[in-house]
């Protein structure tokens, strides 16, 4: 079974729309951590973002923000007025045990298209 | 400060052949990671270094992939001999210490005629 769901494939958005991206995750550990990467057309993976199990405090970062909550084992990220340049996939990860250095799971990703 | 580093970028080769794909992690980075996307899928994990140990090699998934980290540095990953389901997108990552997250390369793309 897929430890991480991305259910939407692609996403295209009117620029300065904002955009949600889901992510829902899948583990029976009690401690783990969960990651947004972020792939433009170049090709790297940026890490975007890291939470740990025991944080649901929901993170903003200048127009990310990230929403994090156990009881629907989900980890949404929203990017607010989305620009070009926010055009990439997204790949929502899981790592589990305590650390967050065991290997990742990834989903298979969001493509989000901003139009100008 | 440089990131991972990945080479080549991309690598085209015939069925039956094999290819060394290298990875230069950050330096000061233990730990090493590789991983790959085949066509439509996730990435997958394939194996973990820490320093010149292999931590985690679940994710190999046949002996015709050999992994390497002679002195802790740099790593290779070698395909020998290559099969067409073996192309896809080969990522490396590296990061510090335990707590710390992972940075990948920009990947190799390995394509098997």
């Known amino acids: 079974a897929q430890k991480v769901t991305q259910a939407q494939t692609e996403i295209s958005v009117v620029e300065k729309e904002d955009v949600t991206l889901d992510c829902v995750y899948e583990?029976?550990?009690?401690?783990?951590?969960l990651f947004w990467y972020k792939q433009p057309p170049s090709g790297e993976l940026v890490f975007l973002i890291r939470?740990?199990?025991?944080?649901?405090q929901n993170e903003i970062s200048g127009r990310y923000s990230w929403n994090f909550q156990k009881s629907t084992s989900s980890f949404n990220f929203t990017i607010t007025a989305s620009q070009v340049v926010d055009s990439a996939v997204y790949f929502c990860?899981?790592?589990?045990?305590?650390?967050?250095?065991?290997?990742?799971?990834f989903g298979t990703g969001t493509r989000l298209t901003v139009i100008p | 400060e440089a990131g991972v580093t990945q080479f080549p970028s991309h690598s085209v080769i015939e069925k039956g052949q094999t290819v060394t794909l290298r990875c230069d992690p950050i330096?000061?980075?233990?730990?090493l990671y590789w991983y790959r996307r085949v066509m439509g899928k996730e990435i997958k994990f394939l194996l973990h270094?820490?320093?010149?140990?292999?931590?985690?090699e679940s994710g190999m998934p046949n002996n015709r992939f050999l992994a390497e980290r002679t002195g802790g540095t740099y790593s290779t990953l070698k395909v020998q001999p290559a099969e067409l389901e073996d192309s896809g997108v080969y990522f490396c990552?590296?990061?510090?210490?335990?707590?710390?997250?992972?940075?990948f390369g920009d990947g190799t793309r390995l394509s098997i005629l």
């Open positions: 990860a899981l790592s589990e045990g305590l650390t967050g250095a065991n290997n990742l799971f």
């Open positions: 990552a590296s990061s510090q210490g335990r707590y710390q997250p992972q940075h």
């Open positions: 270094f820490v320093k010149e140990s292999k931590q985690d």
């Open positions: 939470r740990n199990s025991f944080d649901e």
């Open positions: 583990t029976r550990d009690t401690t783990y951590y």
């Open positions: 330096s000061g980075h233990d730990n």
